[in-house]
């Protein structure tokens, strides 16, 4: 996101041979990313749950980043 290359497209142009240079040139960051999982486990058993989430609530002091 920062740098405006396809990773997963970078990846293979790699896989096929192409050098790293070619496929990147010279990246520029720009900014900041971040990713976020949400993931929910049994608090008994800790197995994964997969489900629905159904409410969401940012906390006060993060919500100008939502």
């Known amino acids: 996101m920062v740098t ?3 990773l997963v497209k970078a ?3 790699l896989a ?3 050098k790293l240079q070619e496929v990147v ?3 520029v960051s720009r900014g900041h990313a971040i990713e976020c999982r949400v993931n929910a ?3 008994e058993t800790f197995v994964p749950c997969p489900g629905r ?3 969401f ?3 006060r002091r993060f919500r100008e980043f939502a």
């Open 11 to 13: 990846q293979i142009r």
């Open 4 to 6: 405006g290359i396809d």
């Open 16 to 18: 096929f041979g192409e």
């Open 57 to 59: 609530r940012v906390p």
């Open 53 to 55: 989430i159904a409410v």
């Open 25 to 27: 040139g010279n990246p």
């Open 41 to 43: 486990e049994d608090p």
